[in-house]
């Protein structure tokens, strides 16, 4: 049985340190995720997703429950994302489809589906990545977390320290241009 | 009812309040254009949740962890056993006790004029300023004698009498202040603001008293 995130943050509030590593190991591939698709570099993903732990780590103590553990540690993740950015001046996603194409023929570790269903699922993969490549930076924050994620938008307004309608209108905008890239590719 | 995207983006992520949402349901049962919008909101969430979730090749919780235990134990770790934690912990708060003690009693401490009895401006002085003074004393002086020739007005000439006692005043408290300076040096410049703030400022303060007029004839004096 799964121990829920409420009860991993009051044991780590009491010093249990274990508590808080498998409460981090919860969202370590969540974050890294978020971070590769950020980014869109694999080094950089993981050094912002290893100092987001840390912070974690060292916030955690202060740590009070306002809403989602989730979002909180996604807010931390973001603010790093946000830092290798403009510390790297990087906002182009290029390079973040063929990481990420490169990881899905890898990690498709399930060898019972046919080859056929494995390759459509690795293209639908692809077309889907290459429409995220057609929103901004911030349009594509927005829809990963509220899409992918499944994130409130109050949440994802917090993460992202705008007003709640500034991430409305991003998530339409992504929504549209997402709509149109996947239709222009007939998935 | 008015229905947004905006609303509806709120109604797909259940976050619009109760009555918001009970009128946005209703609605639906009547829109298709609405409700066609919701459908392809959902199915696109379906189709994004299917991008893999991709893995680091390491295991970066572990590298965090071991990072925030190395960054805690870097100052404790050179005091490893908790008595001497504690002894060093007293020693600080004694040292910062001290140190404000110390600024408290510096604080606190007569400043140089408090010290000699001798205002401010008496100490800073020069012979040249002892000259102008000087002076100013004998124009005022001057003045006086010729007001009192032409009879002028009793207002006027008390102004040049408190000026006269005043600049007087001053003359003896440089005067005094030369041998006070060879005592206390602290302060070697006298701008001329100063000077004229504490001319004003004693001017000012400075009330009528037969002490202070110079013996004149014709004068009246209350």
């Not at chain 1, 950089?44 to 989602?68: N, P, V």
């Not at chain 2, 010729?146 to 207002?155: H, V």
């Not at chain 2, 041998?179 to 004693?202: C, G």
Request: a positive charge; aromatic letters at 8%.
């Amino acid at each position: 049985m799964m121990i829920p995130d409420e009860r991993l943050i009051h044991m780590a509030h009491e010093g249990n340190q274990s508590a808080a590593e498998q409460l981090f190991r919860r969202y370590h591939d969540r974050i890294f995720s978020y971070l590769i698709r950020m980014i869109g570099d694999r080094g950089l993903a993981e050094d912002a997703a290893q100092e987001t732990f840390f912070r974690g780590f060292r916030s955690l103590k202060k740590y009070r429950e306002q809403g989602l553990f989730k979002s909180w540690v996604f807010q931390i993740a973001h603010r790093e994302g946000l830092r290798v950015l403009k510390r790297e001046k990087r906002h182009s996603m290029i390079a973040a489809s063929s990481e990420a194409e490169e990881h899905t023929e890898r990690e498709i570790p399930d060898p019972s589906p046919l080859p056929t269903e494995v390759l459509m699922h690795q293209e639908k993969t692809r077309c889907i990545e290459r429409a995220l490549e057609h929103l901004t930076g911030a349009e594509k924050q927005v829809v990963l977390l509220r899409l992918y994620e499944g994130l409130a938008f109050k949440d994802i307004a917090r993460i992202t320290k705008c007003p709640l309608n500034t991430v409305l209108g991003r998530m339409r905008n992504g929504v549209k241009k997402l709509k149109k890239a996947l239709g222009g590719e007939d998935v | 009812m008015r229905c947004t995207y905006e609303d509806i983006m709120l109604y797909w992520s259940g976050e619009l309040s109760g009555k918001r949402r009970d009128e946005m349901e209703n609605h639906l049962k009547t829109c298709d254009q609405c409700r066609q919008m919701l459908s392809d909101l959902e199915a696109l969430e379906q189709e994004v949740k299917t991008l893999p979730l991709l893995k680091p090749g390491k295991d970066l919780v572990q590298i965090a962890l071991e990072k925030y235990e190395r960054s805690e134990k870097r100052f404790w770790s050179l005091l490893p056993v908790p008595a001497f934690r504690f002894v060093a912990a007293l020693v600080v708060v004694f040292i910062l006790s001290v140190g404000y003690l110390l600024m408290n009693r510096l604080d606190q401490s007569p400043r140089p004029q408090e010290r000699t009895g001798v205002p401010e401006t008496s100490y800073v002085v020069s012979n040249q300023q002892i000259v102008r003074v000087q002076e100013r004393v004998k124009r005022l002086e001057k003045r006086i004698r010729g007001n009192e020739r032409k009879e002028t007005r009793f207002a006027r000439t008390t102004r040049i009498h408190r000026k006269v006692s005043l600049l007087r005043s001053e003359l003896d408290n440089l005067k005094t202040g030369i041998v006070e300076s060879e005592q206390f040096p602290f302060r070697n410049t006298f701008t001329r603001q100063r000077k004229k703030s504490y001319e004003d400022k004693t001017f000012n303060q400075l009330q009528p008293s037969h002490d202070h007029f110079l013996p004149l004839s014709g004068v009246r004096v209350c």
